[in-house]
């Protein structure tokens, strides 16, 4: 038989469909929504951080030209409940529009409606209010002591989770601790190192900032909104819920969406109440946030402090684990907030084999901006504490850092593995990544070129970091929203395929990724293949993007609706071409017998004979579309090993990154392009971290990088040539075998650099240092005196 | 991120951008790349009444080589002047400073006249010129006027300039043997620390060193001390090493930042001084016969 014409593409580096109309301007992004009447909105938000306001004049406001109304938060909370919360922890009560106390500089208080964006500011502007203003809670460890003040009454000492143990000796509920194992594996270690670590807040910072324009028809009695989401189903349920709605009545629409990194996860205030005013006013309504408002209105990351304690023998064998978290959460929890930090729990054990582990969270408000998801979410908190307190141990032994990784990784021949913590790795092998990452790095050579440098009085250090996360999310016994995911996929009448995702992608390239998988299915070329998503009128349901879940659980229910309308079209060429439908083959635009390329029929022929099915044959209904939903029996968990190289400048303690080496397992790989590029936009977000990125407050909880004159994210000319690479170790969790990989760049890549940077300084007495690596900071252990 | 309501108008000489700033009162302001106008206008930390636009004046565009000096018109843009042959060949100090400066964005939109008359304190443009004894030339209601860039910085975002005058450009004589070092604050890109030298090397020895510092005070300002024990010492990487180590201990009222403390800034000061003087003493060899 003669080879196909048409390339098999799964596994192939097809370049992004997505990118030539985002690269020219083509894309429609929601600011690019326009509307007959539409007017805007505009929020007038708190300028101080913690306060109880005494009255809002909006007289003046309401007195500018083109402004059609002005509520404050106490005229919203008449027409709108309190925001949802997506997690089983008590939380406070959380108005979209502040109707009595602000809690964080940035904080709605009240709302323009004008006819015009600029009108809507200025008035915005003009409104005047009075803060009786209240001392700001901004150091979570003084919070926890309830200094120096309260937030929220019922919250004593500004607990939003006083203490939730986990681990080893914990039942599940956690309601009984027995802390004999804990404590015997630190009784039997010969050695303990511990140390405090700062897991730091950063601003996620999509290059499209969040927006929402809603439309109520009130002759339909529908909404339609359109918003800068990761998940359109979920923003639908949560719309129609807070405007008494059903869901049948309302449309949600995430167009291009510039980013999100977690961060448009969440439902926002502003959605809440732009939806609910539009209904209210009958007017097609539009916000934009701008960039000063995305800093201080949208979610933060990370904020985590963690206390790790590692006990280990001489040789290196680590028997035990503690570490106690704090999180600082911000004023109020949202969607998803108090969710996040118990990720960093669940990812404990990290690679490990660890026999006794003992975790511990708090949750703690501030009089910051909230924090939520942020790419990794968890995981690159838990990743960044285990590996290094693991790098703290190696140095403390004398031992190579790569070899005390290996002797305390969970061997390849124990998954699935039910970690201390809970978790069931599905599949691994941590030394097979470990292994090519040391070789593609020449590690025994950059050792030399390191120990070269010094002798030359160079700062050179390696950093070394392990990573499993947890991906795929999740069974829907771990997702309030449920946790499957939705496609289908038509056949139409000329041949050409539309196939729907509920995977709402943001950057992710699933009109790519899934275009090839439908393609190779059905061995028809890549341009007869449509995906549609981020849109409920479209798409029939869904869940959405985040938790490198697009691939493995989108991608496997594209799957397997692709599968269901594979058989129904092969019954159908069956009927055509007088065969057994289980001779067929479906290649290079044709169907035929196998064995007999010539006999077939064109995929067209047999798709138009479906729509007009003369004769029927018997059975069969028309058409050619089916759907599928798909709900994994447990997360992925992806790996790998991250190595740098840096050099400290002696006399700047400016920190260049001169090597970033990694090696990732995320399973099997649709397209190797599209993961190298999620993996170099996770390893700048992890560089960044490590080097440049920070949120910072001042003492009165003023934000003090409220611009990206302050906030610095990395761009290409900050960034080495990334040297990527792959190992392979498929998850049975789903028929493809992919893990996800959307996150992974954030998880080795911080620990490593850090790492790297304390063996550059290790001259110094120095073990460990907080992010981030700032210039003054590394000059100071460098020319006395700690950072 | 969104401006106040403004009129904007554009002005198609010197002499017609003057009326329109006299006409306006006190609510005009001039506009040429924008980028550091625009910022504070977007935050509304400044809303002037009208903008000018004088980015478009030919007269004030330009790098012309005149009687043995350099002038740059006020509405040059940093890429001009950064990637200028003439300025290349015979001061690269300035173009390495533009070079600096922001991103190719911002290179490509703001001009040397703009970031001179708004004098952030950590901008790289002020230092060089007062390595450069350069000249601030200004038109007015009045006529012309020259400054010399050491009176011309005064203090914070506070130069001689006043409101109903423009700067038509910047004058120096050129000099090979100069350079700029900058301490980057990794957001902005501003100076941290930015140290320009200008070394006067005759037969092995320093007859004269000039150096401006940028981002450590309030306001650009000329190292005198450094240029003091610099004059009359061998032209030596070594001799300029010593003599600017402690180029910042002399220093009041050091800024202190987030981005770094006041005895950080401090110690690079002496940092910067000594790579700009290195890199100015290598320039000095490379040009000797």
């Known amino acids: 038989m003669a080879a196909p014409v048409l390339p098999k593409l799964v596994g192939q580096r097809v370049k992004r469909r997505e990118d030539p109309r985002l690269i020219q301007g083509l894309g429609t992004y929601v600011d690019d929504v326009k509307i007959v009447g539409l007017r805007h909105a505009a929020f007038k938000r708190s300028d101080v951080a913690h306060g109880r306001i005494r009255s809002i004049d909006t007289a003046a406001a309401e007195a500018m030209d083109g402004v059609e109304a002005v509520f404050t938060g106490a005229q919203i909370a008449e027409f709108l409940d309190p925001m949802p919360i997506g997690t089983p922890f008590p939380s406070p009560e959380h108005r979209a529009v502040a109707t009595d106390v602000v809690r964080y500089v940035g904080e709605p208080v009240a709302v323009v409606v004008a006819a015009g964006r600029y009108a809507a500011r200025d008035a915005a502007d003009a409104i005047v209010v009075d803060y009786d203003t209240r001392p700001a809670v901004v150091d979570p460890e003084v919070a926890m002591t309830g200094h120096p003040t309260v937030i929220h009454a019922d919250f004593d000492n500004n607990l939003a989770v006083p203490l939730v143990p986990s681990g080893t000796g914990v039942s599940p509920d956690g309601k009984t601790v027995d802390d004999t194992a804990v404590d015997r594996a630190f009784a039997d270690a010969d050695v303990v190192v511990s140390q405090r670590m700062v897991n730091q807040r950063l601003a996620p910072t999509a290059m499209e900032p969040r927006g929402v324009v809603a439309h109520y028809e009130r002759g339909k ?15 639908r349920t949560f719309i129609a819920l807070l405007n008494g709605m059903g869901e049948d009545q309302v449309r949600a629409i995430a167009p291009e969406v510039g980013g999100g990194f977690g961060a448009k996860i969440n439902i926002y205030g502003e959605e809440y109440v732009v939806a609910s005013l539009s209904r209210r006013l009958g007017l097609p309504l539009k916000w934009t946030e701008d960039r000063s408002e995305a800093f201080l209105a949208t979610i933060h990351g990370r904020d985590i402090i963690g206390y790790i304690d590692v006990a280990a023998t001489r040789d290196g064998k680590v028997l035990g684990l503690k570490l106690r978290l704090i999180a600082d959460v911000g004023a109020y929890n949202m969607l998803l907030t108090a969710a996040i930090p118990t990720l960093t729990m669940l990812m404990a054990n990290a690679t490990y084999d660890i026999p006794a582990i003992r975790t511990t969270l708090t949750e703690v408000f501030t ?97 070394l970091a392990m990573y499993v996360e947890v991906c795929g999310l999740g069974p829907s016994a771990s997702l309030p929203t449920g946790g499957w995911e939705h496609a289908q996929v038509t056949i139409e009448r000329d041949g050409r395929i539309s196939a729907t995702t509920g995977a709402s992608p943001h950057g992710q390239g699933n009109e790519t990724t899934f275009a090839q998988m439908l393609a190779d299915q059905f061995g028809v070329p890549l341009e007869h293949v449509r995906i549609l998503h981020g849109d409920t009128g479209v798409v029939k349901q869904g869940i959405g993007t985040f938790g490198s879940r697009s691939q493995a659980v989108g991608g496997t229910a594209l799957h397997l609706a692709g599968t269901k309308v594979r058989e129904k079209m092969a019954k159908f060429a069956a009927a055509l071409l007088e065969a057994h439908e289980e001779d067929l083959v479906f290649e290079d635009g044709r169907i035929s017998v196998q064995g007999a390329p010539d006999a077939g029929k064109t995929f067209a022929e047999v798709a138009a004979y479906a729509y007009v099915p003369v004769p029927l044959p018997a059975g069969l209904d028309p058409g050619l579309s089916e759907e599928a939903f798909f709900e994994p029996a447990n997360n992925t968990y992806p790996f790998g090993c991250h190595i740098s190289m840096v050099e400290v400048d002696r006399d700047t303690g400016e920190l260049a990154l001169l090597r970033l080496v990694a090696v990732d397992d995320a399973g099997n790989l649709i397209n190797p392009l599209i993961v190298e590029g999620q993996i170099h936009g996770g390893l700048a977000q992890g560089i960044g971290q490590a080097m440049i990125e920070e949120v910072r407050y001042g003492a009165d909880g003023q934000p003090l990088t409220g611009s990206f004159m302050d906030y610095a994210i990395p761009r290409a000319a900050d960034l080495p040539r990334f040297e990527l690479d792959a190992t392979v170790t498929p998850t049975p969790v789903n028929p493809l075998g992919a893990k996800g990989v959307g996150e992974a760049g954030t998880l080795g890549s911080t620990p490593c650099i850090v790492s790297a940077a304390v063996d550059a300084l290790s001259g110094f007495g120095v073990t460990h240092i907080d992010m981030m690596l700032r210039p003054e900071k590394l000059w100071r252990i460098i020319h006395g005196g700690q950072a | 991120m969104i401006p106040s309501a403004f009129d904007y108008e554009r002005a198609t000489s010197v002499d017609d951008a003057l009326a329109r700033l006299a006409a306006r009162g006190g609510a005009g302001k001039l506009i040429a790349g924008g980028h550091s106008l625009v910022p504070l206008m977007k935050l509304r930390l400044n809303e002037p009444g009208a903008l000018i636009d004088i980015a478009r004046i030919p007269e004030l565009s330009g790098i012309r080589g005149q009687d043995g000096g350099i002038e740059i018109g006020a509405a040059t843009v940093h890429h001009a002047v950064a990637t200028s042959d003439l300025l290349r060949a015979r001061c690269p100090v300035i173009a390495e400073t533009a070079a600096t400066i922001g991103d190719p964005q911002v290179r490509n939109r703001g001009t040397l006249g703009g970031s ?32 010399a860039a050491r009176d011309f910085f005064q203090d914070l975002f506070t130069v001689d300039l006043a409101g109903d005058e423009l700067i038509t450009a910047v004058r120096f004589t050129p000099t090979r043997t100069a350079a700029y070092a900058k301490l980057y604050q990794r957001a902005s890109r501003f100076a941290i620390v930015g140290v320009a030298a200008a070394l006067d090397v005759d037969g092995g020895t320093i007859r004269r060193a000039r150096l401006g510092l940028t981002g450590a005070l309030s306001h650009a300002v000329r190292l005198t001390a450094v240029e003091d024990a610099l004059a009359g010492r061998p032209a030596t990487a070594d001799g300029v090493a010593a003599a600017a180590a402690r180029a910042g201990d002399g220093l009041n009222d050091v800024n202190a930042d987030i981005h770094a403390g ?7 000061v002496g940092v910067f001084a000594q790579r700009a003087l290195k890199a100015a003493l290598a320039r000095s060899q490379e040009s000797a016969p």
Do not use: C
């Open chain 1, 367 to 463: 009089n910051k901006t909230p924090t939520d998801a942020y790419r990794g979410a968890g995981r690159p908190e838990a990743t960044y504490f285990v590996e290094r307190g693991m790098d703290m141990l190696a140095r403390r032994l004398g031992m190579d850092p790569a070899e005390l990784r290996r002797r305390n990784f969970i061997p390849a021949d124990r998954f699935p593995y039910a970690t201390q913590m809970g978790a069931v790795y599905d599949s691994g092998d941590y030394a097979k990544a470990l292994d090519r990452a040391l070789a593609n790095a020449g590690w025994r050579e950059l050792q030399r070129q390191r120990d070269a440098a010094r002798a030359e009085g160079r700062l050179v250090g390696l950093g």
């Open chain 2, 116 to 147: 001179v008359a708004h004098a952030d304190p950590a901008s790289d443009y002020p230092a060089t010129l007062l390595a450069l004894d350069a000249e601030i030339r200004i038109q007015g209601p009045g006529g012309t006027r020259t400054v």
């Open chain 1, 221 to 235: 009695d529908t909404m339609t909104i359109w918003s800068s989401t990761q998940n359109p189903h979920i923003l």
């Open chain 2, 262 to 268: 006041a005895d950080y800034r401090r110690a690079m």
